[in-house]
Protein backbone atom coordinates (compact mmCIF):
# COMPACT_ATOMS: atom_id res chain seq x y z
CA UNK A 1 0.00 0.00 0.00
CA UNK A 2 1.25 3.50 -0.86
CA UNK A 3 1.95 5.92 2.00
CA UNK A 4 0.76 9.14 1.82
CA UNK A 5 2.12 11.95 3.94
CA UNK A 6 1.70 15.44 3.74
CA UNK A 7 3.43 18.67 5.87
CA UNK A 8 3.30 21.99 7.00
CA UNK A 9 4.27 24.92 4.62
CA UNK A 10 7.95 25.94 3.07
CA UNK A 11 9.37 28.61 1.42
CA UNK A 12 11.02 27.94 -2.10
CA UNK A 13 13.20 30.96 -3.09
CA UNK A 14 14.58 29.50 -6.49
CA UNK A 15 12.68 28.92 -9.80
CA UNK A 16 15.08 25.28 -9.44
CA UNK A 17 14.40 22.98 -6.81
CA UNK A 18 15.10 19.96 -5.65
CA UNK A 19 12.37 17.62 -4.56
CA UNK A 20 14.86 17.08 -1.31
CA UNK A 21 13.78 21.07 -0.67
CA UNK A 22 10.34 19.83 0.68
CA UNK A 23 11.67 17.38 3.14
CA UNK A 24 12.33 17.29 6.92
CA UNK A 25 15.64 18.36 7.54
CA UNK A 26 18.97 16.67 6.66
CA UNK A 27 21.24 16.46 9.43
CA UNK A 28 24.40 16.42 7.50
CA UNK A 29 25.86 19.68 6.91
CA UNK A 30 27.15 20.74 4.01
CA UNK A 31 26.16 17.37 2.31
CA UNK A 32 27.08 18.46 -1.09
CA UNK A 33 31.00 19.91 -0.04
CA UNK A 34 29.72 22.90 -1.72
CA UNK A 35 30.37 25.55 1.37
CA UNK A 36 34.14 25.75 1.26
CA UNK A 37 36.36 27.37 3.55
CA UNK A 38 38.78 28.02 0.77
CA UNK A 39 39.36 26.34 -3.03
CA UNK A 40 41.60 23.11 -2.82
CA UNK A 41 44.88 23.45 -4.23
CA UNK A 42 45.95 19.87 -3.53
CA UNK A 43 45.55 16.52 -2.64
CA UNK A 44 44.36 15.66 1.00
CA UNK A 45 42.91 18.66 1.77
CA UNK A 46 39.23 17.78 2.88
CA UNK A 47 39.28 19.47 6.15
CA UNK A 48 38.62 22.76 2.92
CA UNK A 49 34.72 21.71 2.98
CA UNK A 50 33.48 23.27 6.17
CA UNK A 51 32.37 20.89 8.51
CA UNK A 52 34.12 18.02 6.33
CA UNK A 53 37.50 16.06 8.04
CA UNK A 54 39.60 13.27 7.95
CA UNK A 55 38.37 10.49 9.87
CA UNK A 56 41.49 8.53 8.69
CA UNK A 57 44.41 9.26 6.21
CA UNK A 58 44.39 11.55 3.62
CA UNK A 59 40.79 11.88 1.56
CA UNK A 60 40.20 14.45 -1.31
CA UNK A 61 38.42 17.65 -1.84
CA UNK A 62 37.93 18.60 -5.23
CA UNK A 63 35.69 21.71 -6.13
CA UNK A 64 35.27 23.91 -9.79
CA UNK A 65 36.53 26.65 -8.14
CA UNK A 66 40.00 25.35 -8.00
CA UNK A 67 42.69 26.27 -10.29
CA UNK A 68 44.52 23.04 -9.61
CA UNK A 69 44.14 19.27 -10.19
CA UNK A 70 41.83 19.23 -7.86
CA UNK A 71 39.02 20.47 -9.87
CA UNK A 72 36.08 18.92 -11.35
CA UNK A 73 34.72 17.59 -13.45
CA UNK A 74 39.09 17.00 -14.64
CA UNK A 75 40.81 16.23 -11.31
CA UNK A 76 44.02 14.31 -10.64
CA UNK A 77 41.81 11.17 -9.92
CA UNK A 78 39.54 11.23 -13.34
CA UNK A 79 37.06 13.08 -14.89
CA UNK A 80 33.55 13.40 -12.98
CA UNK A 81 30.81 16.42 -12.89
CA UNK A 82 29.41 16.83 -9.61
CA UNK A 83 26.58 14.66 -8.53
CA UNK A 84 24.81 18.14 -7.54
CA UNK A 85 26.64 21.83 -7.57
CA UNK A 86 29.85 21.95 -8.37
CA UNK A 87 31.99 19.96 -5.44
CA UNK A 88 32.48 16.48 -4.15
CA UNK A 89 35.19 14.33 -2.13
CA UNK A 90 37.18 11.46 -2.81
CA UNK A 91 38.11 8.10 -0.66
CA UNK A 92 40.67 5.59 -1.07
CA UNK A 93 38.49 2.15 -0.34
CA UNK A 94 41.32 0.40 -1.13
CA UNK A 95 45.83 0.25 -1.63
CA UNK A 96 48.16 -2.05 -3.02
CA UNK A 97 50.01 -1.99 0.14
CA UNK A 98 48.00 -3.73 3.18
CA UNK A 99 44.78 -2.35 4.86
CA UNK A 100 44.99 1.40 3.40
CA UNK A 101 41.34 2.96 3.52
CA UNK A 102 40.63 7.01 3.70
CA UNK A 103 37.70 7.85 5.64
CA UNK A 104 35.38 10.95 5.69
CA UNK A 105 33.81 12.54 8.36
CA UNK A 106 31.02 15.14 9.75
CA UNK A 107 29.11 15.97 12.55
CA UNK A 108 25.81 15.73 12.19
CA UNK A 109 23.58 19.27 13.40
CA UNK A 110 22.21 16.92 16.17
CA UNK A 111 21.88 13.66 17.56
CA UNK A 112 20.34 10.92 16.85
CA UNK A 113 17.36 10.19 18.72
CA UNK A 114 17.10 6.05 20.39
CA UNK A 115 13.90 4.40 19.17
CA UNK A 116 13.29 7.32 15.97
CA UNK A 117 13.72 5.29 12.42
CA UNK A 118 16.68 7.20 9.99
CA UNK A 119 16.98 7.18 6.27
CA UNK A 120 20.75 7.75 4.97
CA UNK A 121 21.80 7.79 1.90
CA UNK A 122 24.84 9.50 -0.69
CA UNK A 123 26.12 8.79 -4.31
CA UNK A 124 29.41 7.38 -5.13
CA UNK A 125 31.18 7.61 -8.86
CA UNK A 126 34.10 4.92 -9.40
CA UNK A 127 37.49 7.16 -10.22
CA UNK A 128 39.76 5.79 -13.29
CA UNK A 129 42.42 7.59 -14.06
CA UNK A 130 46.30 7.38 -13.65
CA UNK A 131 46.81 5.21 -10.82
CA UNK A 132 43.17 4.52 -9.95
CA UNK A 133 41.85 1.40 -11.67
CA UNK A 134 41.14 -0.91 -8.87
CA UNK A 135 37.12 -1.38 -8.50
CA UNK A 136 35.84 -2.94 -4.99
CA UNK A 137 32.90 -3.46 -3.26
CA UNK A 138 32.16 -2.49 0.87
CA UNK A 139 31.80 1.19 0.05
CA UNK A 140 29.32 2.44 2.92
CA UNK A 141 28.74 4.35 5.86
CA UNK A 142 28.48 4.17 9.81
CA UNK A 143 27.84 6.27 13.04
CA UNK A 144 29.29 6.78 15.72
CA UNK A 145 29.00 8.80 19.47
CA UNK A 146 33.37 9.82 19.55
CA UNK A 147 34.50 11.81 16.87
CA UNK A 148 38.13 10.94 14.79
CA UNK A 149 41.04 12.34 13.13
CA UNK A 150 43.94 11.26 11.41
CA UNK A 151 46.20 11.41 15.10
CA UNK A 152 42.89 8.57 16.03
CA UNK A 153 42.17 6.80 13.42
CA UNK A 154 38.63 5.19 13.23
CA UNK A 155 39.34 1.38 13.17
CA UNK A 156 39.11 -0.71 10.18
CA UNK A 157 36.49 -3.47 12.13
CA UNK A 158 34.59 -5.20 9.54
CA UNK A 159 31.75 -3.30 10.51
CA UNK A 160 29.22 -0.55 8.75
CA UNK A 161 25.57 0.60 9.34
CA UNK A 162 25.37 -0.67 5.61
CA UNK A 163 27.59 -1.23 2.48
CA UNK A 164 27.39 -2.22 -0.86
CA UNK A 165 28.20 -5.73 -1.48
CA UNK A 166 28.58 -5.34 -5.42
CA UNK A 167 31.54 -4.66 -6.93
CA UNK A 168 31.09 -0.31 -7.89
CA UNK A 169 32.29 -0.24 -11.22
CA UNK A 170 30.45 2.88 -12.58
CA UNK A 171 32.68 5.58 -14.37
CA UNK A 172 29.76 7.58 -15.67
CA UNK A 173 27.04 7.65 -13.53
CA UNK A 174 26.58 8.22 -9.79
CA UNK A 175 25.07 5.51 -7.84
CA UNK A 176 22.94 6.19 -4.66
CA UNK A 177 23.45 3.80 -1.56
CA UNK A 178 21.24 4.03 1.20
CA UNK A 179 19.12 1.85 3.40
CA UNK A 180 17.22 2.93 6.96
CA UNK A 181 17.50 2.03 10.48
CA UNK A 182 16.25 2.34 13.97
CA UNK A 183 18.95 4.79 15.93
CA UNK A 184 20.45 2.45 18.79
CA UNK A 185 22.45 5.34 20.42
CA UNK A 186 22.56 9.36 20.41
CA UNK A 187 24.84 9.50 17.06
CA UNK A 188 26.93 12.42 16.77
CA UNK A 189 28.91 11.81 13.54
CA UNK A 190 28.77 10.38 10.24
CA UNK A 191 31.50 8.71 8.47
CA UNK A 192 31.80 6.95 4.88
CA UNK A 193 34.26 4.64 3.53
CA UNK A 194 35.29 0.93 3.45
CA UNK A 195 35.53 0.04 6.71
CA UNK A 196 36.35 -4.12 5.57
CA UNK A 197 40.04 -5.34 5.62
CA UNK A 198 41.77 -6.71 2.38
CA UNK A 199 40.41 -10.02 3.09
CA UNK A 200 36.83 -8.62 3.51
CA UNK A 201 36.93 -6.92 0.33
CA UNK A 202 36.42 -7.97 -3.13
CA UNK A 203 38.74 -5.89 -6.06
CA UNK A 204 38.54 -5.79 -9.88
CA UNK A 205 41.41 -4.38 -11.79
CA UNK A 206 39.59 -2.64 -14.66
CA UNK A 207 43.18 -1.65 -16.95
CA UNK A 208 45.81 -4.18 -15.37
CA UNK A 209 48.24 -0.70 -14.56
CA UNK A 210 46.51 0.61 -11.28
CA UNK A 211 46.70 -0.27 -7.90
CA UNK A 212 44.13 2.14 -6.06
CA UNK A 213 40.91 1.73 -5.67
CA UNK A 214 38.84 5.17 -5.37
CA UNK A 215 35.51 7.08 -5.41
CA UNK A 216 33.44 10.21 -5.31
CA UNK A 217 31.55 10.61 -2.86
CA UNK A 218 28.45 13.45 -2.94
CA UNK A 219 25.06 14.30 -1.75
CA UNK A 220 25.06 12.89 1.59
CA UNK A 221 22.15 12.79 3.77
CA UNK A 222 20.73 11.55 7.22
CA UNK A 223 17.18 12.41 7.72
CA UNK A 224 13.71 10.84 9.31
CA UNK A 225 12.22 11.86 5.97
CA UNK A 226 11.54 8.63 3.61
CA UNK A 227 11.81 10.33 0.37
CA UNK A 228 14.92 10.52 0.22
CA UNK A 229 15.15 6.62 -0.54
CA UNK A 230 12.96 7.32 -3.80
CA UNK A 231 14.67 5.66 -6.43
CA UNK A 232 14.43 6.07 -10.36
CA UNK A 233 11.85 8.19 -11.92
CA UNK A 234 10.04 10.22 -10.27
CA UNK A 235 6.52 11.70 -11.62
CA UNK A 236 5.70 14.96 -10.23
CA UNK A 237 1.91 16.51 -10.07
CA UNK A 238 1.85 20.25 -8.72
CA UNK A 239 -1.80 21.16 -7.99
CA UNK A 240 -3.22 24.71 -7.08
CA UNK A 241 -5.65 24.84 -4.50
CA UNK A 242 -9.00 24.53 -6.27
CA UNK A 243 -7.97 20.97 -7.69
CA UNK A 244 -6.37 21.97 -10.58
CA UNK A 245 -2.82 20.48 -12.01
CA UNK A 246 -0.60 23.45 -12.79
CA UNK A 247 2.42 21.18 -13.53
CA UNK A 248 2.83 17.20 -14.52
CA UNK A 249 6.29 15.77 -15.36
CA UNK A 250 8.73 13.31 -14.58
CA UNK A 251 12.02 13.38 -13.24
CA UNK A 252 15.38 11.53 -12.71
CA UNK A 253 17.82 13.85 -11.22
CA UNK A 254 15.45 15.36 -8.43
CA UNK A 255 15.77 18.22 -10.07
CA UNK A 256 12.12 20.79 -10.42
CA UNK A 257 12.10 23.96 -12.85
CA UNK A 258 9.61 25.44 -11.03
CA UNK A 259 10.10 28.97 -13.25
CA UNK A 260 7.26 28.87 -15.06
CA UNK A 261 4.99 28.63 -11.89
CA UNK A 262 3.37 31.96 -10.51
CA UNK A 263 3.80 32.14 -6.74
CA UNK A 264 1.33 31.16 -4.36
CA UNK A 265 0.67 27.90 -2.49
CA UNK A 266 0.50 24.68 -4.14
CA UNK A 267 0.16 20.82 -3.15
CA UNK A 268 3.20 18.69 -4.79
CA UNK A 269 2.72 14.76 -5.55
CA UNK A 270 5.14 12.77 -5.61
CA UNK A 271 5.18 9.00 -7.52
CA UNK A 272 8.24 6.32 -7.43
CA UNK A 273 7.59 2.85 -8.15
CA UNK A 274 6.75 1.95 -4.45
CA UNK A 275 5.23 4.57 -2.61
CA UNK A 276 3.28 8.23 -2.60
CA UNK A 277 4.43 11.42 -1.11
CA UNK A 278 2.01 14.71 -0.91
CA UNK A 279 3.30 18.17 0.77
CA UNK A 280 2.35 21.71 0.85
CA UNK A 281 4.52 23.89 -0.79
CA UNK A 282 4.80 27.83 -0.90
CA UNK A 283 6.84 28.59 -4.09
CA UNK A 284 8.10 31.85 -4.51
CA UNK A 285 10.55 33.28 -6.91
Not at 5 to 29: E, K, M, Y
Not at 95 to 102: D, F
Request: hydrophobic share 35%; with cysteine; glycine share 6%.
Amino acid sequence: MKNILLITLLFLTSPFWRVSNVLAQNLVPNPSFEDTVACPFGAGQLNLASGWSSYRNSPDYFNSCSNSNMSVPMNIAGYQFAHSGNAYCGVATWWIYPNIREYVGIQLLSPTIIGQKYYVSFFVSFSCGGTVSIATNKMGCTLSTLPYSVGNPFPINNQSLFHSDSILTDTVNWIKLSTSFIADSAYQYLIIGNFYDDNNTDTLSVNNIGNVGYYYIDDVCLTTDSIYNMEGELEIKIYDLVGRIVRHTKINNNLLNTESISDGIYLIKIDSKDKTIIKKILIQH
